[in-house]
């Protein structure tokens, strides 16, 4: 039973972030913005760090907590967007990551041979969101700093797209055949030895 309300507990935390949204598009105060912000940041910390000192992370849980937080980032750039505090081009170039990673789920829910391959989150994944919180609050609070970080941003995201595709294909790959029959069987039936070129 306590497991289960801690689980509750994480995911409410997780979702917090859709209410946090909706206010950051009804407040248009620049610094109460930028408290939201920080406050969302917070709560993705804070239910990451809980799930793996715990032994909470499930695969719910998994997907609610970037889900949260692409709706809260998305939902914030596009309000920026909006009011305009950034540009079109900056926007598109702030979401790539998020338009790849996009694009690469609904690939591999289709994809029948790739339904069983579990999406998990990578380090420059991380880092991009990180920074993009940042240019988020520069956003906010100090423009000066928007381009440079936008420019980072955009590289690190090409950077993080690949790494992931390339991770969920050789997981994909691991997946696809027992490892028994991995080497060519002989006229016993029995494993041949690889023959490496």
Known sequence: ????????????????????????????????????????AATDFLDGWIARHRGLATRLGALIDPVADRAFMVTAFIVCLLDGL???????????????????FIV????????????????????????QLAVLLCVLLYPPLVRPLVALVAMLSLASVVDYSRAVWRQRQRRELPPSSRLPHGPTGAPMESVRE
């Open 1 to 40: 039973m306590h497991r289960r309300a801690s689980l509750v507990l994480l995911n409410t935390l997780s979702l917090s972030r859709l209410p946090l949204a909706a206010a950051f598009i009804a407040v248009s105060d620049l610094r109460v913005r930028a408290l939201l912000v920080v406050v969302a």
């Open 108 to 131: 591999a829910r289709l994809r029948p041979d790739m339904r069983a391959v579990e999406l998990k989150a990578r380090m420059l994944g991380k880092i991009v969101t990180t920074l």
């Open 86 to 104: 950034i540009d079109p081009v900056e926007l598109t170039l702030l979401l790539l990551r998020d338009i790849g990673t996009a694009i690469g």
